[in-house]
């Protein structure tokens, strides 16, 4: 599926607008949201998450031929209010760490609906795992499975598992180092070691081989992909069926794109570093549907399992969530000299740490989304750190101080890889058709200073003071 042209609208991300040209997102306008819950502050669209959730696990079920589960991975955004949307939606969900295990049996996940996946899964962690009784463990490692099978003589549960296999396979449209399973990236086992594992699995019957998982990577925007590692992947399936052992399920990971957003080739990430007239722009580009990837999957899948097609899961996360969120950010100050000119905003490395670094996301002015793009500008932080930039080269209308800008397509690795740098950290508000909520406050002073040492009967009387001033 291709879109029109270059130019993305508000529409192309469910906003509205009215007659004065100021963004809303149903019946709400944005810089009112700005105004009132203050700045940075997301915006999180509840009924389109749903949506998109309902629309994949139909996608998936709806072809007769092979049965599936999704899976939602909870690292590509944690927030309960996502996690409940998604599960909602009929969604089980992923774990990969101690953290996110609790958090989906918090927010009312089954563990029976809880994969655990993960290369570093402590011993208290896959002693948590064998006590929840997951659904099931992937395992990364040689190293790992024989951990799990020493704590299994202690904690003697069934447990199934699937084998991470890493098929040293770059998807053409991905840099290499966000390639999750080329040969140079950690993740999973290389074919020898699979074997080496379902031969040691053999003599443990308690932890139960059920497949194989692969991972490759995030935004992948061509279906084919999928197809071309599953291919890649014959020759082991091959191999691990000579040795006797039956596949019944096939975990495709996750990695779907999302239509508005995409990946900066190596070229553009450091074009836009170093070169400080080189300007972004979202280049058109083949974005794909649910169809289209489970097309590629099924086709590569049915030429080698035939009609016994064993079940297919899937880890969707960034295709779902990244277009349901949208961070709002005040312009506090603007600064000319040398012929540049930055809009100094209170988001930056004090919030969303790295996601504009890497991806491409675009950027409206809230109280006026058509205003005439007139001058190149770079968009700062509020951090007293160099590296503190949200966009260098922006084309923008003339931005006053004290106007609302909304970063598009911030639902995905922006709250999981949040972070502080001594700023409180936004609050999220939910829209969910005619509904608004905060469901995540903003930081508070007692929220930074809470796990520290307590030198607060001391200061109890400032200590106060300051977490009144914030009510
Ligand atoms: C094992 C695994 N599954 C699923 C995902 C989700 O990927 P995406 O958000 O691109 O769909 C990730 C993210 O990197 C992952 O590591």
Not at 57 to 70: E, I, Q
Not at 187 to 212: D, V, W
Not at 375 to 403: H, M, Q, W
Request: with cysteine; aromatic share 10%; charged share 25%.
């Amino acid at each position: 599926m291709k879109l029109s042209d270059n130019i993305l609208t508000p529409a192309d991300f469910g906003l509205k607008s009215n007659p004065t040209n100021e963004l809303l997102l149903n019946r709400y306008k944005l810089s009112d949201l700005a105004d009132e819950f203050g700045t940075p502050l997301y915006v999180l669209d509840v009924k389109s998450l749903t949506e998109r959730a309902k629309q994949f696990r139909h996608c998936v079920s709806s072809n007769l031929l092979f049965t599936s589960r999704v899976f939602y991975p909870i690292k590509c955004n944690s927030v309960p209010a996502v996690l409940r949307a998604v599960k909602n939606a009929g969604l089980s969900a992923e774990a990969m760490t101690d953290f996110e295990l609790d958090l989906a049996i918090y927010c009312g996940f089954e563990p029976s609906d809880i994969i655990v996946n993960g290369p570093c899964k402590t011993e208290s962690f896959l002693r948590k795992c064998l006590e929840y009784k997951v659904h099931l463990i992937v395992i990364d490692s040689i190293s790992e499975l024989k951990n799990l099978i020493r704590i299994q003589k202690e904690i003697p549960v069934q447990i199934d598992v699937l084998l991470r296999v890493n098929p040293d396979f770059v998807p053409k449209d991905l840099n290499k180092n966000s390639a999750t399973g080329s040969r140079q990236s950690s993740f999973g086992m290389n074919e020898e070691e699979i074997l080496r594992a379902l031969a040691i699995l053999k003599s443990h019957p308690n932890l139960r081989f059920q497949g194989i998982h692969f991972h490759i990577g995030t935004g992948i925007r061509n279906p084919e992909t999928y197809s071309e590692v599953i291919r890649k992947l014959h020759r082991l399936f091959g191999n691990i069926q000579s040795a006797g052992v039956e596949i019944r399920i096939v975990d495709v990971g996750g990695g779907f794109a999302s239509m508005t957003t995409r990946e900066l080739s190596p070229f553009e990430m450091m074009a836009s570093q170093a070169i400080s007239s080189y300007q972004l722009k979202f280049k058109q580009q083949m974005f794909s549907t649910c169809e289209e990837y489970l097309q590629e999957i099924f086709l590569a899948m049915s030429e080698f399992f035939g009609s016994d097609m064993p079940t297919i899961y899937f880890e969707p996360g960034r295709c779902l969530v990244s277009p349901a969120q949208t961070l709002l950010l005040r312009v506090h100050r603007i600064k000319e000299r040398n012929g540049m000119k930055w809009l100094i905003t209170d988001g930056g490395l004090g919030t969303i740490t790295m996601p504009t670094y890497y991806e491409y996301h675009e950027m409206f002015l809230c109280n006026e989304f058509n205003r005439v793009p007139k001058e190149v500008v770079t968009i700062t932080g509020p951090c007293c750190f160099a590296s503190d930039l949200i966009y260098k080269n922006k084309l923008l209308p003339r931005v006053n101080e004290g106007e609302v800008l909304a970063l598009m397509d911030t639902g995905a690795y922006f709250n999981s890889l949040e972070s502080s740098f001594n700023f409180y950290k936004p609050a999220i508000v939910a829209v969910n058709g005619a509904d608004c909520k905060i469901v995540r406050r903003r930081e508070t002073f007692s929220d930074m200073i809470q796990r520290d040492e307590s030198s607060l009967s001391a200061h109890k009387e400032k200590y106060h003071e300051i977490c009144i001033s914030q009510e």
